[in-house]
């Protein structure tokens, strides 16, 4: 048998664990002079990932496939309970965040803070300042701004957390520095696994097709001036003279645009680049193709260029592209749902 002084040992408590953090979600870089400023080290800035939004036709059609169907769904705001009381909070948030501007509502609808939110698919992440406000004896939200990540930089705790904003940009007619408190902040991150605290563009992998992409075009349309007016080589008579030569040279660099020119006696006129030329248009449509593989819409290439596919094939890729919508609908719910909505029950109820 077992003697006493075992039996209570064994029925000892279990000790509390500690509650101190002991590492860092930092990254390897030192902290900045700036407060512990995080410090972006990608060689992808958000401004580059805006340019190829604003510049690609691809690319904005995907991003407007994955934002869309968001954008287009209903929202409400529900309560954890089924008391009387929950239900009536979760009703007035819902009405507060609904309530048009003109109506003493917030001055950035709240679809509105939504589709800038969605930003953070293509930058990364989409951070906002928190404006208060007092109506009818409660406290909400004036507005919810948008603020560009081309002029704000993320702000670390010691450990690695968000610690709020830095924005560097004109306010008014001056140039300043500020600093937007964690309690003011509101920032949705996209693929935060990646990147504690700016997240990582879904469009990161689609940046180097779009690279490619730019250059093959670029050479595309050399190659259709070269094909539309040829390369034209003249050849001289002898003892011909410089004036004549070059009077000559002038009257056919005018082929290109007038239907004949007069060669003198002793001259002969010949072209370059009259062989079969290199066919670039596979190479784009596979940066194309790339594109929309790396965000899982493979499907809006089917039936164009050199692309087919069957109904079914379609069907597939749509059906496995809306469960990753539903995902980024679900992370952005998560976000408004820990770090904003709170904001309204804690300063009302």
Same mark, same amino acid.
């Given at each position: 048998?077992?003697?006493?002084?075992?039996?209570? =040992?064994?029925?000892?408590?279990?000790?509390?664990?500690?509650?101190?953090?002991?590492?860092?979600?930092?990254?390897?870089?030192?902290?900045?002079?700036?407060?512990?400023?995080?410090?972006?080290?990608?060689?992808?800035?958000?401004?580059?990932?805006?340019? @190829?939004?604003?510049?690609?036709?691809?690319? %904005?059609? *995907?991003? =407007?496939? #994955?934002? @869309?169907?968001?954008?287009?769904?209903?929202?409400? +705001?529900?309560?954890?309970?089924?008391?009387?009381?929950? %239900?009536? %909070?979760?009703?007035?948030?819902?009405?507060?965040?609904?309530?048009?501007?003109?109506?003493?509502?917030?001055?950035?609808?709240?679809?509105?803070?939504?589709?800038?939110?969605?930003?953070?698919?293509?930058?990364?992440?989409?951070?906002?300042?928190?404006? /208060?406000?007092?109506?009818?004896?409660?406290?909400? /939200?004036?507005?919810?701004?948008?603020?560009?990540?081309?002029?704000?930089? @993320?702000?670390?705790?010691? !450990?690695?957390? /968000?610690?709020?904003? !830095?924005?560097?940009?004109?306010?008014? =007619?001056?140039?300043?520095?500020?600093? #937007?408190?964690?309690? !003011?902040?509101?920032?949705?991150?996209?693929?935060?696994? /990646?990147?504690?605290?700016?997240?990582?563009?879904?469009?990161?992998?689609?940046? =180097?097709?779009?690279?490619?992409?730019?250059?093959?075009?670029?050479?595309?349309?050399?190659?259709?001036?070269?094909?539309?007016?040829?390369?034209?080589?003249?050849?001289?008579?002898?003892?011909?003279?410089?004036?004549?030569?070059?009077?000559?040279?002038?009257?056919?660099?005018?082929?290109?645009?007038?239907?004949?020119?007069?060669?003198?006696?002793?001259?002969?006129?010949?072209?370059?680049?009259?062989?079969?030329?290199?066919?670039?248009?596979? $190479?784009?449509?596979?940066?194309?193709?790339?594109?929309?593989?790396?965000?899982?819409?493979?499907? +809006?290439?089917?039936?164009?260029?050199?692309?087919?596919?069957?109904?079914? $094939?379609?069907?597939?890729?749509?059906?496995?592209?809306?469960?990753? *919508?539903?995902?980024?609908?679900?992370?952005?719910?998560?976000?408004?749902?820990?770090?904003?909505?709170?904001?309204?029950?804690?300063?009302?109820?």
């Amino acid at each position: 048998m077992r003697r006493i002084s075992e039996i209570l =040992n064994l029925a000892k408590p279990i000790a509390k664990p500690d509650t101190i953090e002991i590492g860092t979600s930092r990254s390897g870089s030192l902290p900045s002079f700036f407060e512990e400023e995080y410090v972006d080290t990608d060689k992808v800035k958000a401004k580059d990932l805006k340019k @190829m939004l604003d510049s690609d036709g691809t690319i %904005q059609a *995907l991003y =407007n496939t #994955i934002v @869309m169907p968001i954008l287009g769904s209903n929202w409400t +705001i529900e309560p954890d309970n089924d008391s009387p009381k929950a %239900q009536e %909070q979760s009703a007035w948030v819902e009405e507060t965040l609904r309530m048009p501007p003109h109506k003493d509502g917030m001055s950035t609808p709240f679809e509105l803070v939504i589709a800038q939110a969605l930003r953070a698919v293509v930058e990364g992440y989409a951070g906002f300042e928190k404006v /208060f406000a007092i109506y009818e004896g409660k406290v909400v /939200f004036k507005k919810i701004a948008w603020r560009d990540p081309t002029t704000v930089s @993320m702000r670390s705790d010691e !450990r690695g957390g /968000f610690n709020g904003m !830095r924005q560097r940009a004109f306010i008014g =007619n001056s140039y300043m520095d500020v600093i #937007i408190p964690l309690e !003011r902040s509101f920032v949705y991150t996209y693929g935060k696994e /990646f990147n504690n605290l700016k997240g990582r563009s879904a469009f990161l992998a689609a940046y =180097n097709s779009y690279d490619k992409k730019r250059r093959l075009l670029y050479f595309s349309e050399q190659q259709a001036q070269s094909d539309a007016i040829k390369l034209k080589i003249l050849k001289g008579k002898e003892r011909a003279s410089q004036d004549e030569l070059d009077a000559t040279v002038a009257a056919v660099d005018e082929l290109g645009f007038k239907a004949t020119v007069g060669i003198p006696e002793g001259y002969d006129l010949d072209t370059l680049n009259s062989g079969s030329t290199f066919d670039l248009l596979p $190479l784009i449509e596979f940066h194309n193709a790339e594109m929309a593989r790396s965000v899982l819409a493979m499907f +809006i290439l089917l039936g164009t260029g050199s692309k087919t596919g069957s109904y079914s $094939l379609s069907q597939d890729q749509s059906d496995f592209f809306i469960q990753a *919508l539903m995902s980024i609908r679900k992370s952005l719910e998560q976000h408004i749902t820990s770090y904003l909505i709170p904001d309204l029950y804690k300063y009302n109820y």
